[in-house]
């Protein structure tokens, strides 16, 4: 397999010299754990006085990592990938919310995410996450398979008609919709309701994809046991591959109630979970569309063996390849150039409540070993080469 992710020139195409040291500057921060700590802790603090630092936010690591306040904002960042082949996914990123009116502000973002997927070839899909849509203690209750109160089961099936509706709008318009993944103690919750909406809504295509964390051991269990149900029932599975995005939690919380750790033992079994995912989907693709949410060179260039031995071209509209915005750009361009189907998933929301998000996102490539290094390996590598153009 030729190895494409080392031209920066490619990648970095759409980035001036100060954007370029902007990222350089963001990524030599998040490389270090006690920066991205007293980082945290600061920002949280001038938020809470209420500072006037939201300008400085949003001219520097938001504009990193999200596309703008709005919808309507994020379209000059979604044209502009488009230039390079570059899809987008525009993602809802406002986090922790607990009551209904939030809930419902979420469920009509989506709807009016779809309906801008609809008109635009440049947003392939939509996106939203469960708790955006319900309670986190509900999810966690009814994995848990405990007795809802009237209250709370009225609650779910508010829960559950937000689902509804947002995948029938998404047949209704074409636009497949990624439901992203929760942690492992609300998540069992969230496969029964996506399997739900998979039977009701991919009996002619894939519209609906579920989120599988591979660090979860357990999720090629899963995987093959969906994929038999699917040929019983007719139906076809959309999967979004992701390796995972709560391991401290997950292992913090596993030893607090004397539980076994539902994630994989090591960096590597988990790696060796995400490629053996890989390998079962493209080998089962007549029932399965696949988005390979990953950051990772190896497992892209795995997948891209694994397309080219089974003779899926590249462009095949039953995998595409996925990367966050701001980040991992030398995967996401020199895929685009190569012919091959790319989203980059693009945050949005007002700055101050988009906080969470990007405090997460700072934490998550700062926990990544290597992640940030070669980031910033790839920075300077198309730096040098501008000097000498």
């Known amino acids: 397999m030729k190895k494409i992710f080392e031209n920066t020139q490619i990648a970095f195409a759409l980035k001036s010299n100060n954007q370029l040291q902007l990222s350089y500057f963001l990524f030599k921060v998040m490389n270090s754990k006690l920066l991205v700590q007293l980082g945290t802790k600061i920002l949280l603090l001038t938020l809470k006085l209420h500072l006037p630092v939201q300008n400085i936010i949003r001219k520097t ?100 008609n937000r689902f509804d509706l947002v995948c029938q709008a998404a047949h209704q318009k074409d636009v497949p919709v990624l439901i992203d993944a929760e942690e492992s103690w609300m998540q069992t919750a969230v496969d029964s309701l996506v399997l739900e909406m998979m039977r009701k809504y991919n009996t002619e295509k894939v519209i609906v994809y579920n989120t599988l964390q591979m660090y979860r051991y357990d999720r090629m269990e899963y995987l093959k046991k969906i994929n038999q149900e699917a040929k019983q029932g007719a139906f076809y599975i959309g999967i979004k591959l992701v390796r995972g995005a709560y391991m401290e939690k997950e292992n913090e919380r596993a030893e607090e109630n004397n539980y076994p750790s539902p994630i994989c033992a090591s960096k590597s079994e988990t790696d060796e979970n995400y490629n053996t995912a890989l390998q079962y989907i493209t080998e089962n693709l007549e029932f399965f569309s696949l988005f390979a949410g990953t950051h990772n060179e190896i497992s ?77 390996e790839m920075i300077k590598k198309e730096r040098s080469r501008r000097k000498q153009e």
């Open 300 to 376: 892209t260039y795995y997948l891209m063996e694994l397309m080219q031995k089974k003779n899926i071209v590249a462009n095949d509209f039953r995998i595409w390849f996925g990367q966050l915005y701001g980040m991992s750009d030398t995967i996401s361009f020199n895929l685009a150039a190569n012919g091959y189907n790319v989203a980059k998933y693009i945050p949005f929301g007002p700055v101050k409540e988009v906080i969470p998000y990007l405090i997460r996102r700072a934490q998550e490539n700062t926990a990544v070993a290597g992640q940030t290094s070669r980031e910033l």
């Open 61 to 160: 690591i938001f504009s990193q990592f999200c596309g703008g306040v709005n919808e309507e904002d994020c379209l000059k960042v979604v044209d502009t990938l488009f230039t390079k082949e570059v899809s987008s996914v525009l993602d809802y990123a406002v986090e922790g919310k607990i009551n209904e009116e939030e809930f419902d502000i979420a469920f009509v973002k989506t709807l009016k995410i779809i309906e801008f997927a609809k008109e635009r070839q440049a947003i392939p899909f939509a996106v939203f996450k469960p708790t955006s849509f319900g309670r986190i203690s509900l999810y966690e209750k009814i994995t848990a398979k405990k007795i809802l109160r009237d209250a709370e089961q009225e609650e779910w099936n508010r829960v559950v």
